[in-house]
């Protein structure tokens, strides 16, 4: 294969699994607001958010693939330069760190249930943006403010999603939600 096919392989596979973990992501997040407004959860409904976080895990991993197999053509092609004149590498390796630490942390309970949606969504797609638009011509230091005020704007979107959606519940401090077996709804 030519340098250029290798160079289009590597992106084609790139966005492809950037993209599965963006629309699998959007989805958890619009079944996670879905239950918040239902108040309850049922164990269909669980096992179900199961299957989408574990699809999810399975496109992070392919998404780690996808940025080594990038990281090797321009390792071969521009050396050492790659490392050091990317912000927009460095800022995609930024935001991925943020994903993992955060799937972790919702994972473990570390992180409340209305912070993590904001590092999810708000994550994915500002790694969408820099997977797709590759030079942006600005230092890391700008981009890693614009990122932190796309979060901010993301937290305030979210945030009043939530206070609507919960507005006719009792408790709007959690997430709304409590488990409910088959057998009770």
């Not at 079944?31 to 574990?54: P, R, S």
């Not at 940025?67 to 930024?94: A, C, G, K, Q, S």
């Not at 942006?136 to 403010?145: C, K, N, Q, R």
Request: aromatic share 16%; net charge neutral; glycine share 6%.
């Amino acid at each position: 294969m030519t340098e250029l096919e290798l160079l289009y392989l590597s992106q084609l596979f790139r966005f492809w699994t950037v993209g599965l973990c963006l629309g699998v992501s959007s989805l958890a997040m619009t079944f996670y607001f879905y239950v918040v407004n239902k108040g309850v959860t049922i164990k269909a409904e669980n096992q179900m958010m199961h299957i989408v976080y574990t699809v999810l895990r399975i496109g992070m991993a392919l998404v780690c693939l996808s940025e080594f197999t990038t990281f090797i053509y321009n390792y071969h092609v521009n050396n050492f330069i790659y490392w050091t004149d990317n912000p927009e590498l460095l800022m995609r390796l930024t935001i991925f760190s943020v994903i993992c630490i955060n799937a972790i942390s919702m994972q473990k309970r570390w992180i409340s249930m209305w912070l993590g949606p904001v590092f999810a969504g708000g994550s994915w797609y500002a790694y969408f943006f820099f997977s797709v638009w590759i030079e942006t011509e600005s230092t890391y230091s700008t981009l890693l403010i614009g990122y932190g005020c796309w979060l901010a704007i993301v937290a305030v979107l979210l945030l009043a999603l939530r206070l609507w959606l919960t507005r006719n519940q009792s408790s709007r401090i959690g997430d709304g939600a409590t488990l409910v077996t088959q057998n009770e709804s």
